[in-house]
Structure formats: C-alpha cells, structure tokens
T-cell receptor, first 110, second 117 residues
Framework: GQNIDQPTEMTATEGAIVQINCTYQ??????LFWYQQHAGEAPTFLSY????GLEEKGRFSSFLSRSKGYSYLLLKELQMKDSASYLC???????????FGAGTQVVVTP | GAVVSQHPSWVICKSGTSVKIECRSL??????MFWYRQFPKQSLMLMAT?????????EQGVEKDKFLINHASLTLSTLTVTSAHPEDSSFYIC?????????????FGPGTRLTVT
C-alpha cells in the first residue's frame, strides 16, 4: 500500500523553530511537496523537492532523502500566522497525481 | 500568478438531488485537472484525474457514476455529484496544471463546501 506519515500536531512558541517530519512509502515518486492549509481554505504551495538535499525559501526550508523515504519542513522565526495545517504530499506519477499525508496541525503560541 | 476558481464556493442541497461544481483556470490552459475531497480534520483524498477531451480516471473506491466529471475545454472541468446523500457532504477542491508552466506545479482552487441535508 501507500503510506505518508507525519505527526498529527505540534506546538511551538512565537519566534521559535519547528521541524515537521514526513516519511513515505509510495508506488511511484516524482517529487515531494509541502503545502500550508488554513481551516476552510485550499492548500497553498510552500516547497518542492525532487533531488536529495535542502531547499531554502525564506523562513521555510525543506529537506529530502529519497533513499530513506524521508522529508522535513523547517519553519523558522515562527509567527502567529503560521498556525495552520502543513501537508506533505508525494507526486506519484508524471501526470501530477498527488498523494497527501494526513497533515500536521502547527499551533503557535505567544 | 496562476489562478484557479471554483463555483460555487458553498452549496446546500437536499438529499437525492444533483449538484454541479465548476473548476476554471483563469489565466492558463490546463490539460489536466484533479478533483479532491476533504472531510473535516482529514487530509485531501484524490478522487479523479480529469483530462481535457477524454474520460476521467477515477481512484479506487470512487464511484464514477456518482461523481461525473467533464473536462470539455482547456480551462474548465466540472464535477457533478449525482443523487447526493448526507455522507457526500465534504469540502471539494480542484487543482490544475499549467501545460505551459513548471511541470511540477499545481494550482489549487479555493474549494467548494457541499452540505447535503
């Protein structure tokens, strides 16, 4: 079967750093995505990794290890507006089909 | 940037009726669109892949006769929930790939909240 696992919830204080881990086992792999989703809204794109290594984009960084089936999203200098669900998704074919993890709810406290 | 719209943004219908949801790519052409469903506090589940000019490909467990998908043009895909029941109440989200843009990037619509009474 296909599995994409990530923690259910994480809490951190404003200004801190949080790392959200994602492990995956899928039938195909054509890249790994991270999305942010606020309640009742559509996901917004954060990052994309297809090769091993770290991709940095401002306060957000994402890492991929294909041999380990592992990725993480690093959120630095947390702000209250970062409170949201973060979805790990694997593109399983060349057409763009995405398999999503259950999402990690990040709660940022003052 | 690329924009995908959905209409309606929310709809309430009675059990047994049909509801049509539209997904449009506003400033790009999309040969492929995807339909997802999301139940409260759960992740997005892919329902089907919609290809312009051909039949949709449904994921396992999704009834193609109940969820009719039509991708008649490069900018429009529609999802019709036929004979809706309360268990079909969910958040339906579409996404589209820009055929002229980055091959990996998908753009999501704002979603349609369906409530069946």
């Amino acid at each position: 079967g296909q599995n994409i696992d990530q923690p259910t919830e994480m809490t951190a204080t404003e200004g801190a750093i949080v790392q959200i881990n994602c492990t995956y086992q899928t039938s195909g792999f054509n890249g790994l995505f991270w999305y942010q989703q606020h309640a009742g809204e559509a996901p917004t794109f954060l990052s994309y990794n297809v090769l091993d290594g770290l991709e940095e984009k401002g306060r957000f960084s994402s890492f991929l290890s294909r041999s380990k089936g592992y990725s993480y999203l690093l959120l630095k200098e947390l702000q209250m507006k970062d409170s949201a669900s973060y979805l790990c998704a694997v593109q399983t074919d060349s057409w763009g089909k995405l398999q999503f993890g259950a999402g990690t709810q990040v709660v940022v406290t003052p | 940037g690329a924009v995908v719209s959905q209409h309606p943004s929310w709809v309430i219908c009675k059990s047994g009726t049909s509801v049509k949801i539209e997904c449009r790519s506003l400033d790009f052409q999309a040969t492929t669109m995807f339909w997802y469903r999301q139940f409260p506090k759960q992740s997005l589940m892919l329902m089907a892949t919609s290809n312009e000019g051909s039949k949709a490909t449904y994921e396992q467990g999704v009834e193609k006769d109940k969820f009719l998908i039509n991708h008649a043009s490069l900018t429009l895909s529609t999802l019709t929930v036929t004979s809706a029941h309360p268990e079909d109440s969910s958040f339906y989200i579409c996404s589209a790939r820009d055929q002229a843009g980055n091959p990996y990037e998908q753009y999501f619509g704002p979603g349609t909240r369906l409530t069946v009474t």
